[in-house]
């Protein structure tokens, strides 16, 4: 009946349809064994224990002694931690060594362009797909969609896990410089006691909706119907692609999309004015219960959850289009390599292991994340997050990638936040929008 | 007699002709020289190594494209033509004059009438000078997050006190003029105690005869400081004028942490440009050129303030 | 008539005058006091100006976060919170940042002053030749932003011929990039300028050599000059954070304003953690900024900054 409902059941763990998993599987159980055998009766199992050691340190002494240098910018504060904890196994099977280094959002482009311009970059890093081709196609990610890597006989297998849309929308001419790792999908929560309040009994599913529920809201003091990133600096393009796909993904539905999002907050004034609230101030304003609709990413659910929130709330899809379509169009995550990485098989294990449901399931249900991969389920149980990924499972689709995405997000945010302050018309800023655009795929 | 011929010959022994003098005067001067270097050596290794090189090679590089993160490739003019069509440049160059008009007169105003007041007013002026200093020890980011929260509209301290006054709130940072005066009050906040300091170092070293003599043929005041201490400090203005000019041509910190370049790049100055080419767009080449229009800009200031006021204080003396 | 009210009225009119000298002293001295209390009134509003928005902080980095943007603001928490700055110590390597930062700061500091003051010298007291271009040089660095180096020292520090290993992450890579301020050798070179040349001349005369001079007549004079440069150069260490921040990947070699703002998420910012964070920032400087006040304002009084 439902598209996602099939997806969702291709991502439960499908077990054993990989001999050299299962294998490995088989293995690392053997040396388990082998490993407390020891203990209890040496005298009796060492036969056995003997070759089950043996093909283990053959596997560590490999990489025994190796230490990746390890840089991601982080989805929470208690990330490092999380990461930390679940790289354990793999250090005690691999016996590589991962150095972790966290690299603030705020001055990640700094970071890495330096970085990787020195003779000893981060072996192995996160990279968003508006970054990825920028730094791909300077020479300094190593290409992954070839028969070395992703598509070595070892790995095909997995390879083939992948949410196909995930890898094509990753590729730039023909080169995939990172593995996807997460979709960058985003929810609308709401403040249910907000809404009771206000009488508003169902959730907006489209643009029309949700103005007129946010209005109702509104009506009360001190409190907002709506609140979504509407600057450059909070990456407003990134609360709005969906939007304009929704409407058909070209310049009028783009000038429609906009026209939508201004008239929230000038015309309805059911949205604070731009520069009032900042993204961050925004969640903070919806914890303090005065903003009924927040649109945001998915991340912001273990933060709510762990502070305990004073109301009820929940989440649902962002709205779409009025009559049209509902969907969450936007970017993607992705493991990267380093070309100059001076262990690259190591960092290959690395980056095989983080795309793996051994590190991936955990992962992606403490932040929030959809699964990238049919073998990957990060709800484990978790209601809410298997609604996060049904969304974004059934709804995704990829921005493309391009070495100058950056700069491109960057010309629309521009305009919408021109737009949106007042200082433009949507057309005239949509123009000026298109005019830039032009000149820098031009250059 | 015999001491008389052996005082005229060691006499001469010690006169020299007048080559042996010359090469004797070129010895001293070339040794003076050498010592002047071995002094100067310990400064100027890093500082060829870590400031003149870079900055050449940033200057080749507005010539090329990449050049950090892959080989440099040479374009000619492109970067340049690039940044000139950019409308964000003409706009950074806009926003960052009005913002160092404002921001230098501003605080060399209120630091000269605090310096005055510290000048006259001398007992318990310690506690004063040091309040006025301690901004100058918040990093950056402990800037932004103050002048978010004085700025915040709903319990920032100045909309608290503008609804306390009876008036409307302000949406300060949603607002392109108000957005970038912030920026300047955030930056003479930082600015102000040194500025005092200086100011009143300055005033200090005038001496107080001369302020004496003015006041006994019937200066006033303000006479006084107008005829008597202005010029007087006009050296130290210079140095001040100049300095303020290349901090605050500069000016990214607070921009940074505060508006990064919002609202619709209404405070988006000249180093938040070239930031932006350089470290989010990869766009290294424009960045670097912007870079050069920037020092030319700041070069050109300068050479003026040394043309107005260093050449009054030539004709005066 | 005149001479005879004159001669009668004298000591009246004597009187009258000394009255009205007398309140116009008192008038004076009135007016003496109002505008006093007016010039402290207007100090004391500066100096709240520049203390008091830093108790912005105090009370979210006492409190949890969404109780921030209730309405309507209350400044006083309902309870102390103290969480914040139990993950700033648990959660984060506080203590090693910190010693990070000293020695950053302190050691940039030292070499700064030791070169600078060399250098202040050899402009102000020696001649040589190309003495005018050279200086020229320097000051002319001082109008290059920071932004622009950063990315080619970068490069340098990463593969610096000679050297095993690259200096990322090394004491010497993060410090000396920072070390040669064109500021600072101007600052030297004024102040050594106003010392009376005759001294120098002497000493000259006596056979001392330039080294002996610099050491032993020089150096002693400029403590004020030495003190300033030195509190200058250690303070915008202390809050310097892009170059700290490109030259280290490990959190061992994190200074506190680096380390401080890697809690802050993009994504999840916490502004409890963020303003505890800063408190701590902030109380080691004003800690070490009121250990050394009586110096400092001394030494800025001194005319460091002389002409």
Known sequence: ?443 | MMSTVSAEKAWDELTLSEAEYRRAGARYRQRRSLRAYLFLLPYFIPFIAFLLVPALWSIWLSFNRGGILDPAKYVGLENWRSIASDTELTGAIQNTAVYAVEAILLVFTLAIVLALLLNRYRKGSNIFKLALYVPLLAPAVLVGLIWQFLTNFDFGFINLALDAMGFDRLNILGSGRLALLTIVLAEVWRGLGFWTLYFLASLQNVPEELLDAARVDGARGVQRFRRVTIPLLRPMLLFAVVIAIIANFQVFDTVYVLTQGGPYESTSTMVWFIWKRLFQFQETGQGYAAAVVLLAIILALTAISFRVLGARRKRRA | ?307
């Open chain 1, 1 to 443: 009946m439902d598209e996602s409902v099939d997806r969702n059941q291709d991502a439960l763990p499908a077990d054993g349809d990989q001999p050299g998993e299962s294998r490995r599987e088989f293995l690392k159980k053997a040396a388990v064994v082998g490993l407390s055998l020891p203990a209890a009766g040496a005298l009796v199992s060492s036969a056995s224990a003997r070759p089950s050691m043996l093909i283990r340190d053959r596997a560590r002494s490999r990489y025994e002694g190796v230490t990746l240098q390890f840089a991601k910018a982080p989805f929470g504060t208690d990330e490092k931690d999380v990461i930390a904890k679940l790289l354990k196994p793999f250090t005690a099977k691999t016996g590589i060594k991962v150095q972790h280094t966290v690299v603030p959002w705020n001055t990640e482009g700094a970071s890495y362009a330096t970085n990787y311009a020195g003779p000893h970059p981060y072996d192995v890093s996160y990279q968003t797909s508006t970054d990825l081709t920028g730094l791909g196609t300077k020479g300094v990610l190593e290409v992954l969609n070839n028969s070395k890597w992703l598509y070595s006989p070892a790995y095909k297998g997995t390879a083939a896990k992948f949410i196909p849309n995930t890898i094509k929308k990753s590729i730039y001419q023909g080169k995939l410089y990172g593995l996807p790792c997460i979709i960058g999908g985003t929810v609308m929560f709401y403040n249910k006691d907000l809404l009771d309040k206000a009488g508003v009994t169902k959730i907006p599913t489209n643009t029309t909706e949700l103005a007129a529920a946010a209005q109702k809201v509104s009506s009360a003091p001190n409190v907002w119907g709506f609140q979504v990133p509407m600057t450059d600096k909070d990456f407003t393009w990134y609360f709005h692609y969906h939007a304009i796909h929704n409407l058909g993904g070209d310049i009028i539905s783009k000038m429609r999309a906009t026209q939508v999002s201004v008239d929230l907050i000038l015309k309805d004034k059911v949205q604070p004015p731009v520069g009032q609230y900042d993204r961050e101030a925004g969640v903070a304003l919806f914890k303090g219960g005065r903003i009924a609709f927040l649109h945001d990413e998915p991340l912001r659910l273990t933060v709510f959850r762990s502070e305990g929130l004073p109301f009820k709330w929940d989440f649902v899809n962002p709205v779409g289009a009025p009559n049209g379509k509902r969907t969450i169009f936007s970017t993607t995550g992705h493991w990267v390599m380093a070309s100059k990485s001076a262990n690259k098989a190591a960092a290959w294990e690395l980056v095989k292991f983080l795309s793996s449901p051994a590190f991936a399931n955990e992962f992606g249900a403490h932040y929030g994340w959809a699964p990238v991969r049919s073998d990957v389920n990060t709800a484990k149980g978790d209601a809410q997050v298997a609604r996060v990924n049904k969304y974004v499972l059934k709804g995704w689709d990829g921005l493309p990638t391009g070495p100058k995405m950056a700069q491109l997000t960057s010309v629309y945010g521009q305009a919408i936040e021109a737009a949106a302050t007042g200082s433009k018309s949507v057309a005239d800023a949509m123009a000026k929008a298109q005019a830039d655009g032009t000149r820098i795929l031009k250059s």
């Open chain 3, 1 to 307: 008539m005149a001479v005879q009210a004159g001669g009668v009225a004298e000591s009246d009119v004597l009187s009258q005058h000394a009255q009205e000298y007398a309140s116009a002293a008192r008038r004076h001295r009135a007016f003496g006091i109002t505008k006093g209390l007016a010039a402290y009134a207007t100090l004391s509003i500066f100096a709240l100006i520049a203390i008091v928005p830093f108790l912005y902080l105090l009370s979210p980095s006492f409190r949890k976060s969404y109780e921030l943007f209730s309405y309507p603001p209350k400044w006083i928490p309902s309870s102390l919170y103290t969480g914040n700055f139990g993950t700033i110590l648990h959660q984060t390597s506080y203590p090693r940042w910190a010693l990070n930062t000293l020695i950053f700061a302190t050691s940039v500091t030292v070499i700064t002053l030791i070169i600078d003051t060399l250098a202040g010298y050899a402009f102000a007291r020696l001649r040589f030749p190309g003495r005018g271009v050279l200086f020229g040089l320097v000051l002319g660095t001082l109008m290059i932003p920071t932004a622009v180096l950063i990315a080619p020292l970068y490069i340098m520090i990463s593969r610096l011929p000679g050297w095993t290993h690259s200096g990322i992450n090394t004491y010497p890579g993060m410090i000396l990039p920072m070390v040669c301020s064109p500021l600072g050798v101007f600052m030297m070179r004024q102040f050594i300028s106003t010392l009376p040349e005759a001294l120098v001349e002497a000493a000259r005369l006596d056979g001392g050599s330039e080294w002996l001079i610099f050491r032993k007549i020089v150096l002693p004079l400029m403590k004020p000059a030495i003190v300033v440069l030195g509190i200058f150069t250690f303070m915008a260490q202390w809050v310097n954070f892009l170059w700290p921040l490109i030259i280290t990947t490990t959190n061992d070699m994190k200074t506190l304003t680096v380390g401080v703002s890697s809690l802050q998420g993009q994504f999840v910012t916490n502004w409890g953690v963020i303003s505890a964070a800063a408190v701590m920032t902030m109380a080691p400087v004003i800690v070490i900024f009121l250990m050394f006040q009586r110096w400092f304002v001394q030494a800025s009084m001194a005319g460091a900054l002389k002409q």
